[in-house]
């Protein structure tokens, strides 16, 4: 099937990026986004050819959030029968995504950003959770990453008193990695992409999941767990290629095996 909401582009070599759409609704998610954007960053996570993702929207919205006028007619029934609300998805990608986000994110659109591995934003990033203001909650990650991101008082503040974070703030809290200039930021994350791409990739997929797992468990089972990636990484051909390359003094050929 045809993407309709979301269009595909492959800047450099080993870099796929996924961009929202939908610019008379501000890319707004509704259940036809979201399947397009997990299906094909599953088609990424599954494609030899791409070694990092990136995902975003417009210089003027990442997204403005949940589709409120497609909830405006759900009831709790809908919301437990379709698979709209499952955002889990993204968590199973096993590929590093970078999201690159400029103007609004907000609501759900803030929380697909923070379901992404690493955020570059532009000077205009407003990130929200407004969702208290429409008389509901954040609903697919909102309340728990962007605590544990900002901390408490802050993220109180943001979905209680519906204060939005400037770009400043989020870099300073540790929300983003970094900050550009509308006019550089996609391309800097292409930057990034491009250089994570590059890497073993049997060795990022790893990283990326033990460090996932830093936030789920306590220091001593994370470090076992991190010690059991280390051990598997032994057991890869770049493992081989990659030390002996270090004492060649030469550039490695990595495999991704
Ligand atoms: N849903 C639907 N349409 C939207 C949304 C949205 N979230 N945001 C903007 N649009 C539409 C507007 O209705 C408008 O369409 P139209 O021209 O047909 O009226 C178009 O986009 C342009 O928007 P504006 O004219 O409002 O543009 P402004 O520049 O004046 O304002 C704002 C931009 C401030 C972003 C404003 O549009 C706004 O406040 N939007 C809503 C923001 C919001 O409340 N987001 C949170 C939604 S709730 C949510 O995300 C819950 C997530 C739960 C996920 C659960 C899954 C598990």
Redesign the pocket.
């Known amino acids: 099937m045809p993407y309709e909401m979301i269009l595909l582009e492959n800047p450099v070599p080993g870099v796929g990026v996924v961009r929202l759409n939908r610019p008379?609704?501000?890319n707004?998610?509704?259940a036809q986004v979201?399947r397009e954007v997990f299906d094909a960053l599953e088609a990424y996570d599954r494609d030899d050819s791409v070694g990092c993702m990136i995902l975003t929207g417009s210089d003027?919205?990442f997204a403005?959030?949940?589709?409120?006028?497609?909830?405006a007619a759900q009831t709790v029934s809908d919301?437990l029968t379709d698979d709209?609300?499952?955002?889990s998805r993204m968590m199973r990608v096993r590929k590093p995504i970078i999201g690159a986000v400029s103007g609004?994110a907000?609501?759900?659109?803030c929380?697909v950003a923070m379901l992404c591995d690493m955020l570059i934003a532009s000077e205009t990033a407003r990130f929200?959770?407004?969702?208290v203001?429409?008389g509901?909650i954040?609903?697919?990650g909102?309340t728990q990453r962007l605590t544990r991101a900002v901390g408490k008082a802050v993220a109180m503040e943001v979905m209680l008193g519906n204060r939005q974070l400037s770009a400043a703030e989020a870099l300073s809290a540790g929300l983003v990695n970094h900050v550009f200039p509308v006019e550089s930021y996609f391309d800097e994350a292409v930057k990034l992409a491009a250089k994570i791409a590059e890497m073993p990739r049997v060795a990022v997929r790893l990283i990326k999941d033990a460090v996932s797992h830093a936030e789920e468990l306590g220091l001593s089972a994370g470090l076992a767990y991190e010690k059991q990636g280390f051990l598997l990484a032994f057991g890869t051909e770049d493992k081989t290629e990659g030390m002996t390359a270090f004492v060649e003094k030469r550039k490695p050929a990595w495999k991704h095996r």
């Open positions: 008379q609704a501000l707004a998610l509704n979201t003027k919205a403005a959030g949940a589709d409120i006028k497609q909830m919301l709209f609300t499952d955002w609004f907000l609501g759900g659109g929380e929200g959770q407004p969702e203001t429409i509901v954040p609903g697919a909102g």
